[in-house]
């Protein structure tokens, strides 16, 4: 089964309560909160008091994107605020196995997500402490950017690599992701799927652009 799962990046920031309902009236399976620091990614986005916010309002899966530098600092609060995954970047966690293993101490999921520039070897020595890998199908830092087809080959060499490993650990994508390019990614291995600005858009309501993500997956 394929989840999708809006990335609220794309929404709009003066409404995130009623656009995160509106994504669970129209049956995404989470919501995924795009934290940025102005320092991994130029941007500065939401914290904690967004999940905290957004917690009540929706019984949806909270998925909080981590692009920001020394996330360990972090992982407690978002934790606290109510989110059900954190999902670190390799390229900010120069201790990573550490700071999965402290991310399942806090009894949440542990992602990790790798920029396009970043090979699979990095992940070798932490696979088993991972519930989640996100790879990233855009240079992150902005919603609406085209997808890298460079990645689908990543994809596909990931999924071998965790089956040769019996991992039956979800390989998420993220950036790009729209009627056109979804089939492409699950078919190279892929069962999470970020969606931002091909659902959060002014050319239809947001029902009906997933309604047209997950059609196009069948
Ligand atoms: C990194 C962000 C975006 C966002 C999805 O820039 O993580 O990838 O979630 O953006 P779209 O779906 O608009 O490419």
């Not at 049956?27 to 917690?55: C, E, H, K, W, Y």
Request: aromatic share 4%; proline share 6%.
């Amino acid at each position: 089964m394929v989840i999708i799962e809006a990335s609220i990046l794309s929404a709009d920031f003066a409404r995130l309560g009623e656009q995160a309902r509106e994504a669970e009236a129209a049956g995404v399976d989470a919501i995924q909160v795009d934290v940025m620091d102005g320092r991994f990614v130029p941007d500065i986005t939401f914290g904690p008091g967004v999940v905290r916010a957004l917690r009540p309002l929706v019984s949806l899966p909270l998925d909080v994107h981590l692009m920001i530098v020394e996330p360990e600092r972090h992982l407690a609060a978002f934790a606290d605020a109510g989110a059900d995954r954190l999902i670190v970047h390799q390229e900010t966690c120069p201790h990573l196995h550490r700071v999965l293993q402290r991310i399942r101490e806090l009894k949440i999921e542990a992602g990790v997500a790798i920029n396009p520039g970043t090979p699979l070897s990095v992940l070798e020595e932490v696979l088993h402490l991972a519930d989640l890998i996100q790879v990233m199908t855009v240079n992150p830092g902005w919603g609406g950017q085209p997808f890298l087809h460079s990645q689908l080959d990543k994809i596909r060499r990931l999924r071998r690599l965790l089956d040769e490993r019996g991992l039956d650990i979800p390989i998420a994508v993220d950036g790009g992701i729209d009627t056109a390019t979804a089939p492409l990614v699950v078919n190279a291995g892929a069962t999470v799927l970020i969606a931002g600005s091909s659902v959060y858009n002014d050319q239809a309501p947001l029902a009906e652009n997933v309604a047209a993500l997950r059609a196009n997956l069948h």
